[in-house]
């Protein structure tokens, strides 16, 4: 009897410190990748680094100028489509999407957020590239996008789904119509600019923002109607102010998940080993530039792809960071 | 206009597979269904068929899996059921942040620090004791099928722990206190009240994962191989369908030759949608029933 419970306490015990280890090898992995980062790239971080393009293979030197400002304008230009569509579609999810096409725009979220990025690629490439004959910055950037949206969709929704009733009210008082019209034209420049990267965006956002939206207790919900508010000038207050924190998160989010993608730019944005500002023409970003190094013969490649992964990484947790502390500032006091 | 807003994500949806379908479309009408399980790959010839590329892509995913369920399941319940309370938001947020991290970045890391690893010290104790089964047999150059599944288990553990977790946290602590008041250590109050009570929302957790991994395309195309061919040994390199569209888009001169990569991503999609969709499917079941994971996703 006591040594069969002996058994049972040892086994516990020893389980208990197996998870205990797992845990802590999860942990190590993290710790190992942004260690060999810092330790190989942080050595060849210097000014010549950010300011100065690449030079021919095999010689020593060089920068990665290009790729820096490159993935500022792809990844810039692929929020500016993405964003809007995404967010709208969150918010129509959240406040509407009760009904079946509610439902169906969810799924389809759900789909394209699951959607490989090599394949969301290649469609840009039939859609972009090859009716306007060559590679372009423009069409990565709707790759992105098209990334971007499905997530951003569904954390929008989340959140505004979060937001109780009363706030909605209260906010309702505050800021209708500026906030349609600035909506109105940031989705109209975005349409104008670029589809692609709209694409990957907005089913990420649509499913986001359901998902924060979902949170609101019906009670609330009820009494906010009940009071006679209009439902869609209910949801647009939510948006406008409580949830804004919420949204703002989800764009963060997507913009750093975005912001390190390589596979839909391959056939799109294509990389370019010159400086280039012009979203017609083929460009450089960090991932692309990180591929085609760390991938070569040079050892002086390996060096700068080490030193352009470094910042990269730096850029993409500068951004989940600052998603962190915008959640923290609106549930602060919670958690 | 939120309505018109809405409407995108379907049209696109639609678009992204018609377009899929329509160029695949010579490929298809050409082999048919010869083409999903015929090995041979050959550009000049003309001839296509994309097995080693369906069974890669299962292989480095089941492999995944293999490696990353037994890790992410013991953060989930570590972090859940043991872990003091100090230490819960700040590891969690560290695995977590395992997501962040860009598939290229991943890449460059498998080539320089995890292949030299598994040269130096994994291979040689596996071979030595399990060389003469199939499965590690040959010899290893480093770009592999192990490597391209190593990889990508540190990829999905974030995302398999992650939702894991919200389906732990979410069943009723009376679950609990009714095995420990039983007399259950905690250790058995864990594995016979709190994970068989989410079961169908951990299964879920770990489709998704399924899903990312099938799907991820950068660093597998970096680290395993990129070849033709069908081999159970995992020290071999193999080749995926994600990984065959990045290397060969660019390159494919013919029309046919591009319609054969069309079709690869077609495949591709419609799995990866199978997938995700049994997922979320799975979680439903499970929100509808018991509520366990419904939170989650």
């Given at each position: ?238 948006i406008a102010r409580t949830a ?92 | ?214 799907g991820e395309t950068m660093a ?20 995926t369908m994600a990984a065959a ?53």
């Amino acid at each position: 009897m006591s040594a069969r419970r002996l058994r049972r306490r040892i086994v516990s015990g020893a389980m208990t410190a197996l998870v205990a280890v797992l845990s802590f090898v999860a942990v190590l992995a993290l710790v190992l990748i942004l260690g060999y980062l810092v330790a190989k790239g942080a050595s060849s971080l210097d000014w010549s680094f950010f300011v100065k393009n690449p030079v021919p293979a095999g010689q020593a030197g060089g920068g990665v100028a290009n790729a820096i400002v490159g993935t500022v304008i792809i990844v810039g230009l692929a929020a500016l489509i993405g964003l809007p569509i995404g967010i709208g579609t969150g918010l129509y999810l959240a406040e509407y999407g009760s009904g079946r096409l509610g439902w169906v725009v969810r799924f389809v979220a759900d789909v394209l957020n699951g959607t490989p990025s090599i394949v969301v690629g290649i469609f840009a490439w039939t859609w972009l590239v090859k009716p306007m004959g060559h590679f372009s910055a423009l069409a990565g950037s709707v790759a992105l996008a098209v990334l971007m949206v499905p997530m951003l969709a569904r954390t929008t929704e989340e959140m505004v789904r979060l937001v109780p009733h009363s706030l909605r009210e209260a906010a309702l008082a505050l800021g209708y119509p500026r906030w349609r019209t600035s909506l109105r034209v940031i989705a109209r420049t975005a349409l104008a600019g670029s589809v692609a990267l709209a694409v990957l965006m907005v089913p990420m956002l649509a499913r986001t923002t359901e998902e924060m939206v979902r949170l609101v207790p019906h009670s609330l919900r009820e009494a906010a109607l009940a009071l006679g508010y209009p439902r869609w000038r209910t949801s647009l207050r939510v948006i406008a102010r409580t949830a804004l924190a919420g949204i703002v998160t989800g764009c963060l989010v997507g913009i750093a998940r975005v912001a390190g993608e390589t596979a839909p730019l391959l056939f799109t944005a294509l990389g370019n080993l010159n400086f280039s500002t012009s979203v017609l023409q083929p460009m450089q970003t960090l991932s692309l530039q990180i591929y085609v190094y760390a991938t070569g013969p040079f050892d002086e490649w390996h060096r700068l792809a080490w030193a352009a992964a470094l910042v990269l990484m730096g850029l993409v947790l500068l951004l989940s960071l600052a998603a962190r502390w915008a959640i923290r500032q609106r549930h602060g006091a919670a958690r | 206009m939120l309505t018109t807003l809405a409407l995108l994500l379907p049209l696109l949806l639609l678009a992204l597979v018609g377009e899929l379908a329509v160029s695949a479309w010579p490929a298809i009408r050409r082999f048919g269904l010869s083409f999903l399980w015929t090995s041979v790959w050959d550009p000049v010839a003309g001839i296509y068929g994309a097995a080693p590329m369906i069974f890669g892509t299962l292989a480095s995913s089941l492999l995944a899996l293999l490696l990353a369920v037994p890790l992410a399941l013991g953060v989930a319940i570590y972090l859940t059921e043991f872990a003091p309370k100090w230490l819960r938001q700040p590891v969690a947020f560290l695995v977590e942040l395992l997501a962040a991290i860009p598939s290229v970045v991943y890449g460059l890391w498998g080539i320089f620090v995890l292949i030299p690893f598994l040269r130096a010290v994994v291979v040689p104790p596996l071979r030595a004791t399990l060389g003469w089964t199939p499965f590690l047999s040959g010899v290893f150059y480093g770009n592999s099928l192990l490597a391209g599944g190593v990889i990508l288990a540190i990829m999905i553990v974030p995302y398999i722990a992650a939702v894991s977790r919200e389906v732990l946290l979410a069943v009723p602590v009376s679950q609990r206190e009714a095995a420990l008041g039983m007399g259950a250590t905690r250790w058995e109050a864990v594995w016979t009240a709190v994970v068989p009570y989410g079961r169908a929302g951990l299964i879920g957790a770990v489709i998704l994962g399924l899903g990312r991994a099938l799907g991820e395309t950068m660093a597998v195309t970096m680290l395993i191989g990129n070849r033709h061919d069908i081999g159970l040994s995992v020290l071999q390199p193999a080749y995926t369908m994600a990984a065959a569209i990045a290397n060969e888009f660019s390159e494919a001169t013919t029309d046919l030759y591009l319609s054969a990569l069309f079709e690869v991503g077609l495949i591709l999609f419609v799995i990866t949608v199978a997938v995700n969709a049994l997922a979320r499917l799975m979680i439903w079941r499970v929100a509808r029933g018991t509520a366990v994971g419904s939170r989650a996703l």
